[in-house]
T-cell receptor, first 114, second 114 residues
């Protein structure tokens, strides 16, 4: 158990809908990362937050947004969903988000858009 | 364009033998490399890392070798055990800052046969 909690584990929805994925980092970790793993793809970095502030952006679509709350949990909002958004979404956390820190990953949310 | 490439989607190795997983990268600005291991229904877990100032890092049965001139790294597992059966992701981090997310390869599924 990495200590990172993601909910829900599975989510099935329809095209055009909006969903929210939730992540609780390990106790004491201030930085949260979101990654997307599509079929036959490596993990694609989406976005990073540190102590409530956005720190880095990767390949995140404009239809997607995220935030980190004062209690340090994070939510990833996906809107106007398309079939291609079906993927496994991972959250990871680290203490400060600095370069050589290990990331601790949650077990992911499997999103299926039908 | 895939900046971190793991060209073998799967690898089968007999228990007790050496497992060698390969990874190539194209971006010369990567200066820190990591291997993550992933079991089904779990998130990736950190295995071992190497800085670009080194050419080898060892941790128990796991050794990572880095050949900067060839932009190639490899993970050696000796001896291979049944519990090593998992998907292994190679990841790289850009130099010059701590805020960038990791760039992952697509993974290699290692199967250890009894």
């Amino acid at each position: 158990d990495s200590g990172v909690t993601q909910t829900p584990k599975h989510l099935i929805t329809a095209t055009g809908q909006r969903v929210t994925l939730r992540c609780s980092p390990r106790s004491g970790d201030l930085s949260v990362y979101w990654y997307q793993q599509s079929l036959d793809q490596g993990l694609q970095f989406l976005i990073q937050y540190y102590n409530g502030e956005e720190r880095a952006k990767g390949n995140i679509l404009e239809r997607f947004s995220a935030q980190q709350f004062p209690d340090l949990h994070s939510e990833l909002n996906l809107s106007s969903l398309e079939l291609g958004d079906s993927a496994l979404y991972f959250c990871a956390s680290s203490v400060t988000g600095l370069r050589d820190e290990k990331l601790f990953f949650g077990s992911g949310t499997q999103l299926s858009v039908l | 364009d895939q900046q971190v490439k793991q060209n073998s989607p799967s690898l089968s190795v007999q228990e007790g033998r050496i497992s060698i997983l390969n990874c190539d990268y194209t971006n010369s600005m990567f200066d820190y490399f990591l291997w993550y291991k992933k079991y089904p229904a779990e998130g990736p877990t950190f295995l071992i890392s190497i800085s670009s100032i080194k050419d080898k890092n060892e941790d128990g049965r796991f050794t990572v070798f880095l050949n900067k001139s060839a932009k190639h790294l490899s993970l050696h597992i000796v001896p291979s055990q049944p519990g090593d059966s998992a998907v292994y992701f190679c990841a790289a981090r850009l130099s010059g800052g701590g805020a960038d997310g990791l760039t992952f390869g697509k993974g290699t599924h290692l199967i250890i046969q009894p």
